[in-house]
């Protein structure tokens, strides 16, 4: 799956669009930050995209100020600022407190990276701006958009025009509902009448439907990609750098990352690991590819194939990736074995498709028709159980939409009654 793809549609609507518009929203990037991470034009769908909600063109977009705290009274702090899209690539520049490209302003809590021309493309289909320190504690707290000499296009909260339009628009939906026929009112409540009555038969049909056995993390087996301990100290630092078999002395073989696998990480911090993709040979420069949260757990991260392939925007890990590098998310990282792993085994016991349908689909029964010699007995057509192949991903994902799929069809019944 190409997250990427999906984004791009969408984003092409936003890119024509005059940056005029922001100064009557200024939409707040405080929904858009995550992680050190300003998402101008997001790569996966469950990040936000703060372009396209603001009425923004990604090309309007010059720089950004963190607005941060350093912390524990460092002598100097440092680290690196910059973008990260299709046209940039993993573009950065290093800040510090002294003798660094750019110097951060202490006394007013500021990392600020202007550019002199536009930082992104109008063909970019992924755009962020971040920060990352590798020298203190600096802890980011929000962050304004800059545009053409330093014009900030966003706020931290969001201006008056805009809470002014909320009020009006919530002013006119109430007029609007007042204004409603009783005969929209009575579909209204028979449309709703219906939407209950296919949730009950959904929550039927899951009561009914054995559940998914949980993961056993502790059995799974695969091949060892590396079991020596490692750490980071935190801040966005690197726990295993394992360069690939291309390179002089390189040992990790790119070959093995392939659909049907799984790369799974034993871990101990506060928040989850995240695996970076590196290349310097042509492919994306600097790739991070976050843990796939429905198959993950509390000291065990995993990393699925199609999370990797959208984040490197490439299936060719063979000719172009250069580094396989387990890092930390900004809490200090312990790990203690990192295990190439079959898909399927991440969801062992899930309950199959076929299953589901099948425990779904009424019982045969016999029908007895008059006979002089001999009864008659009619079957009822066994349900079809074909399915479509599965791509890798969670078969119990899958067993919870065949479900929903038969609640759905109790929904339209309902409403044809």
């Given at each position: 799956?190409?997250?990427?793809?999906i984004?791009?549609?969408?984003?092409?609507?936003?890119?024509?669009?005059?940056?005029?518009?922001?100064?009557?929203?200024?939409?707040s990037t405080k929904?858009?930050?995550?992680?050190?991470?300003v998402?101008?034009?997001?790569d996966?769908?469950?990040?936000?995209?703060?372009?396209?909600?603001?009425?923004?063109?990604?090309?309007?977009?010059?720089?950004?100020?963190?607005?941060?705290?350093?912390e524990?009274?460092?002598e100097?702090y440092?680290?690196g600022?910059?973008?990260?899209?299709?046209?940039?690539g993993?573009?950065?520049?290093?800040?510090?407190?002294?003798?660094?490209?750019?110097?951060?302003?202490?006394?007013?809590?500021?990392?600020?990276?202007?550019?002199?021309?536009?930082?992104?493309?109008?063909?970019?289909?992924?755009?962020?701006l971040?920060l990352?320190?590798?020298?203190g504690?600096v802890?980011?707290?929000?962050?304004?958009?800059?545009?053409?000499?330093?014009?900030?296009l966003?706020?931290?909260?969001?201006?008056?025009?805009t809470e002014?339009?909320?009020?009006?628009?919530?002013?006119?939906?109430?007029?609007?509902?007042e204004?409603?026929?009783?005969?929209?009112?009575?579909?209204?409540?028979?449309?709703?009448?219906?939407?209950?009555e296919?949730?009950?038969?959904?929550?039927?049909?899951?009561?009914?439907?054995?559940?998914?056995?949980a993961?056993?993390?502790?059995?799974?087996?695969?091949e060892?990609?590396?079991?020596?301990?490692?750490?980071?100290a935190?801040?966005w630092?690197?726990?295993?750098t394992?360069?690939?078999?291309?390179?002089?002395?390189?040992?990790?073989?790119?070959?093995?990352l392939?659909?049907?696998?799984?790369?799974v990480?034993?871990?101990?911090?506060?928040?989850?690991p995240?695996?970076?993709?590196?290349?310097?040979?042509?492919?994306?420069?600097?790739?991070?590819?976050?843990?796939?949260?429905?198959?993950?757990?509390?000291?065990?991260?995993?990393?699925?194939?199609?999370?990797?392939?959208?984040?490197?925007?490439?299936?060719?890990?063979?000719?172009?990736?250069?580094a396989?590098?387990v890092?930390?998310?900004?809490?200090?990282?312990?790990?203690?074995?990192?295990?190439?792993?079959?898909a399927?085994?991440?969801?062992a016991?899930a309950?199959?498709?076929?299953?589901?349908?099948?425990?779904?689909?009424p019982?045969?029964?016999?029908?007895?028709?008059?006979?002089?010699?001999?009864?008659?007995?009619?079957?009822?057509?066994a349900?079809?159980?074909t399915?479509?192949?599965?791509?890798?991903?969670?078969?119990?994902?899958?067993?919870?939409?065949?479900?929903?799929a038969?609640?759905?069809?109790?929904?339209?019944?309902?409403?044809?009654?």
């Amino acid at each position: 799956m190409n997250f990427k793809k999906i984004v791009a549609t969408f984003a092409a609507a936003a890119l024509s669009v005059s940056a005029l518009s922001v100064s009557a929203m200024a939409l707040s990037t405080k929904d858009y930050l995550k992680d050190g991470v300003v998402y101008i034009n997001a790569d996966k769908p469950e990040d936000p995209t703060w372009a396209i909600d603001a009425g923004v063109a990604q090309t309007d977009v010059y720089g950004v100020t963190f607005h941060v705290t350093f912390e524990g009274n460092d002598e100097w702090y440092g680290g690196g600022i910059g973008a990260n899209s299709n046209s940039t690539g993993w573009k950065s520049i290093e800040w510090g407190t002294n003798s660094k490209e750019i110097t951060a302003d202490v006394e007013n809590n500021t990392i600020t990276w202007l550019s002199d021309a536009p930082v992104f493309a109008e063909t970019d289909e992924y755009a962020q701006l971040w920060l990352q320190t590798w020298t203190g504690k600096v802890t980011v707290n929000s962050a304004d958009v800059l545009g053409k000499d330093g014009v900030i296009l966003s706020t931290d909260e969001a201006p008056a025009e805009t809470e002014a339009a909320a009020e009006e628009t919530e002013a006119e939906t109430e007029a609007e509902t007042e204004a409603e026929t009783e005969e929209e009112a009575a579909e209204e409540t028979e449309a709703e009448a219906a939407e209950e009555e296919a949730e009950e038969a959904a929550e039927e049909a899951e009561d009914d439907a054995p559940a998914a056995a949980a993961i056993d993390y502790s059995a799974l087996t695969g091949e060892v990609i590396t079991d020596t301990e490692a750490t980071s100290a935190g801040s966005w630092g690197q726990a295993i750098t394992l360069t690939t078999v291309k390179n002089e002395n390189g040992v990790f073989d790119p070959a093995i990352l392939t659909p049907d696998k799984a790369v799974v990480v034993y871990y101990k911090a506060d928040t989850a690991p995240e695996v970076v993709l590196q290349s310097w040979s042509g492919g994306e420069g600097w790739a991070k590819v976050p843990a796939n949260e429905e198959l993950s757990t509390d000291g065990v991260a995993v990393f699925t194939y199609d999370y990797m392939t959208a984040m490197y925007q490439s299936e060719d890990f063979s000719s172009t990736l250069d580094a396989f590098i387990v890092g930390d998310t900004g809490s200090e990282l312990t790990v203690s074995k990192v295990l190439l792993v079959d898909a399927a085994s991440l969801t062992a016991g899930a309950e199959s498709d076929e299953d589901v349908i099948e425990d779904a689909a009424p019982a045969e029964e016999e029908v007895v028709t008059e006979a002089p010699a001999e009864e008659a007995v009619t079957e009822a057509p066994a349900a079809d159980t074909t399915t479509a192949p599965a791509a890798t991903g969670n078969t119990a994902a899958a067993s919870i939409a065949a479900v929903m799929a038969l609640a759905g069809a109790a929904a339209v019944i309902s409403k044809r009654k």
